[in-house]
C-alpha cells in the first residue's frame, strides 16, 4: 500500500511541477516577445522518462497485464502467439520486440511511452493544461486504465491529436490516422464517422439540452435489456471486427454475463463532473476564445460518459467504443480545473479535485483492505524487488 501511494502521488506531484514550469517559462518568453517553447523541452522530456520508468518496471498487477505479459514471454520462448486475433501491428511489433530479446520492461515501456508522447504532444499548444493532467492520469483511472487496456489507450491518446486535425478540416489525415490506429486496434474504425462532430454548428443547441440528454442517457442505461434486439441486428459486423464471440454472448440470452448493474463512485463522479462542463462551457468559451480544442473535447466529453451510462450495465466490451473518446473527457476535466483555478473559484474547484482526484486512494484502499480478486491494478509492483 505505501509503494502504491508513494509512485504514484508522488509521479503525479513530480510531473505536476514539470508540466507548470514549462508553462511558466513559456508565459514569461512570451511576455518578452518569443516563441512558444518546443515539445522537446527538457521539462516535458523529464516528465515522458518518468512516465515510462515507472511503467517499465510495473509488474503482474492485473489481469490484462498479465495477458500481454504471457503473450510476450510466449512469443520469445516459443516464436508463436496463444491467440490470433491480435492485429497485425500490434502483432508486428510484439514480434521484433520479442525476437530481438528485449526484456519486458522495454516492452511495456515502449506502449507507456506512445501513450504519454502521443497525450503531451497533442498538447504541445496547451500547456498551461500539463499540470492538471498529470494529477489528472495518476490520481484518477487513467493511468491504471491505460497500463491494461495498452492497445485501445493508443487509440485513446492519439484521438486527441486527430480532434486537432478534425478541427483543422484535414479530413485525409484523419482517415491514415484512423487506418493506422486499426492496425493496432481494430474498435479504431469506429473514429472514423466523428471526424464530423466538431464541424457541425450546435449554435441552437441551448445550455440545458446536454443535462437533459446525460439524464436520459443514465435513465435509460439502468434498462439494458433492450440492447439485445441490436446485438441481433449486428451480429455479422460484431464478427468482422473480431468481437464475434463476445455478440454470441448476447445472442445466446447469457442475461447473467452480458447484463449486471454498475453504479458506484466510477461512474456516478464523471457523470457530476459533465455537469460542470455544462455550467462553466460558456465562461470557459470567452476564456480561451477561439480555441477549438476546447470545444471539440467539450462535445465528446459529454458524448463519452453519455456512451458509458447509455451501456453502462452491459458487459464492459460494449461500453469499449465509449472509451476511446476517454483521452478527450480527461482534457475537458483540466480545462475545467485551470479555468476555476484561474478565476479563483475554490469551492467548485474543490469540489472538481475531488471528483477527479480520489479514484487512486479510493481503490488502494479497497485492493488493502477488502480485496475482492487476486487481480489488483491499482496496486503498484515491481519486478526490481
Known sequence: MLLSLTVYTGSAIILALLGWHVNHREQRLLAQGGRELPFYSWEIMTAIAIYVLVSSVRWLVSWDYNMYYNYYICMQSLGIYSRENFEPGF????????????????????????HIVLLYYALRHHKMLLPWIALCIFLGPYYIQWMNTI??????CLFIIMVEVATRRKFWIYLLLTLALTMIHKMSIFLLPLYFVPLVSFKWVKQWMPCVLLVACGVLGQFPQWIQWIFES???????????????LFA???????FGTWFG???????????????????MKKAFQG????????????????????????????????DLLRG??????????????????????AVMALLNFYYIFYEIYKATFSPSTMNT?????????
Open 151 to 156: 492497445r485501445q489507450s493508443v487509440a485513446e
Open 252 to 258: 445466446s440470452h447469457n442475461v447473467v454475463y452480458t
Open 328 to 349: 478527450t473527457f480527461l482534457v475537458m476535466v483540466c480545462y475545467t480545473l485551470h479555468y476555476l483555478w484561474r478565476e479563483r473559484k475554490w469551492l467548485p474547484l
Open 291 to 322: 480555441d477549438a480544442l476546447l470545444s471539440a473535447s467539450y462535445r465528446f466529453a459529454l458524448i463519452h460518459i453519455g456512451f458509458l451510462n447509455l451501456f453502462a450495465n452491459t458487459t464492459l466490451y460494449m461500453r469499449r467504443p465509449g
Open 265 to 283: 463512485p466510477a461512474r456516478v463522479f464523471p457523470f457530476i463532473t459533465c455537469f460542470f462542463f455544462i455550467w462553466y462551457y460558456p465562461s
Open 377 to 385: 491494478p491499482e496496486m503498484y509492483h515491481t519486478f526490481l524487488f
Open 234 to 248: 449486428l451480429g455479422s459486423l460484431a464478427s468482422l471486427l473480431g468481437y464475434g464471440h463476445y455478440y454470441r
Open 91 to 114: 502483432s508486428l511489433i510484439t514480434h521484433l520486440m520479442s525476437k530481438a530479446g528485449l526484456h519486458f520492461a522495454f516492452y511495456f515501456g515502449f506502449w507507456a511511452a506512445l
